[in-house]
């Protein structure tokens, strides 16, 4: 069996067992002995425990050597966990809304002083600026403002290019493979702009983050600020102990 179909089998695996959780399957909020789950769901038991593996990093079991695998809830019904989702649309989707995203526009500057210290940029270097809102059933959800230096694009992008999810952005426009991101938690309260776009009264708490994208080098090719409106996006994360 090839790599791929191992995969897709250990991932079918998962979700029969995560529709067994959802129908109340296990006594005692207790998985069964391997041996008795790999007869019941028909499939070897290497791919059994990489499915197992797979809801254990999701927070939703806990394997306890030489007491068994117990089940959380908790997790499963956690919506908008950004430790598990990080496109916005499934984001949002999750939180059980229809979801769509608007492009805004874009435009070129020359890098201002924080653009030039978060993308390590030299004097009159460019950076291309393009805006996007993300909407829960109609409502503007997320605000995003993108910022990447022009030096990194082997042609400038078309609107209809800059509709694309990010990671797609720098492989088609770029050829870079985005390696990971770091984001910052920023508090704010909704300014002229803010109240403007999700229609909110001005100084209403907001929650905010930076985020810049790393490449394979570790060179950071994307500055980012995300606005959230709060009466659609409620952020969760798992942290497991």
Known sequence: MSSINKSSLSTLTKKEILKMIGNDEFENNKL??????TKKLGVSLSTLREALLMLKKEGVIDKVHGIGSFVHQSALEAEMRIDLISDLNYLIEDGGYTARMEQKGSWITEANDIEKKELKL????????????FYGDDVPAVWVR????TK???KIPHEEDLSKPI????????QEKISQSIFEFIPL???EKEKEIFQIKKGTPMISWKEIFYNLKDN???YNLLVFNPNIINLKMLRKW
Do not use: G, M, T
């Open 146 to 149: 993108n910022k990447i230096p």
């Open 152 to 154: 990194y694009f082997n």
């Open 189 to 191: 309260n909704a300014k």
């Open 167 to 174: 990671y797609q952005i720098f492989w088609d426009l770029c």
């Open 122 to 133: 030299k004097a009159e270097e460019k950076v291309l600026n393009f805006e996007r809102i």
């Open 220 to 222: 950071p090719i994307s």
């Open 32 to 37: 069964p002995p391997e041996s008795k789950l």
